[in-house]
């Protein structure tokens, strides 16, 4: 039998079709993630090999001139991003990364789960010269860990993310930790993500980032609350 199969990067532009801009972007990081959803495993996914990156489909886009929402396609895939490793990674980069138009905070250089170098003395508690962090912005030796109280309840899992965290600190990073109580509703999430974007050293922008409120308070409830 012959089996014809869609790859990843027809399936983005396929879904450009069918999907509206939120959607249409949280299936692209589904697709280069490094997790599936899967009930059976723990926490409701496992983790698996990306299976595309958003460059891959971004080039793959730019060899397509007659699909319709090929237009659409290549106006989203630039606000994906690689290696979310679990839903509320994705929903969190999403939020931090979109345009402040578009309903998020506007952090467009942060990068996600990007190996970070470490110094000597520092891998000796880590076991490494690298460690990955959740987000970073390297030009400023910022990172962002999302600690979630399904994944740290033992203590095993509480020392290895205590050595992970001074591994940072020892090698000049200044890491903020947000956990799920901050993302409980959204004034939370409101109120800690505007606090964390000055920590980040972005620009002021409270008037860009009120004027476009409602939309993103939208956009925080739709990513965080509808299910």
Do not use: W
Not at 180 to 200: A, D, G, P, V
């Amino acid at each position: 039998y012959e089996i014809y199969m869609a790859s990843p990067e027809l399936c983005f532009v396929q879904a450009a079709h069918m999907l509206d801009p939120i959607d249409l972007i949280m299936f692209g990081y589904e697709l280069c993630s490094l997790y599936v959803p899967d009930s059976s495993g723990e926490f409701g996914q496992r983790s698996r090999i990306a299976i595309v990156t958003a460059d891959q489909i971004s080039k793959y886009i730019d060899t397509v001139t007659d699909f319709y929402a090929i237009n659409i396609a290549r106006r989203y895939i630039r606000h994906v991003y690689d290696n979310s490793n679990s839903p509320m990674e994705t929903r969190l980069c999403i939020i931090l990364t979109l345009p402040i138009k578009m309903g998020g905070f506007g952090m467009t250089d942060l990068e996600l789960n990007t190996p970070v170098k470490i110094s000597a003395d520092a891998g000796k508690i880590a076991g490494a010269d690298h460690l990955r962090a959740d987000f970073c912005r390297m030009k400023n030796h910022r990172l962002l860990e999302y600690d979630s109280d399904l994944c740290h309840l033992k203590p095993a899992e509480l020392a290895r993310d205590a050595n992970r965290k001074n591994a940072f600190l020892y090698s000049g990073y200044k890491v903020t930790t947000i956990t799920s109580q901050n993302l409980k509703n959204y004034h939370n999430i409101e109120n800690n993500l505007q606090i964390l974007r000055k920590q980040f050293g972005y620009p002021d922008a409270s008037e860009e980032l009120e004027l476009y409120r409602e939309k993103r308070k939208a956009l925080i409830n739709r990513l965080f609350f509808v299910t």
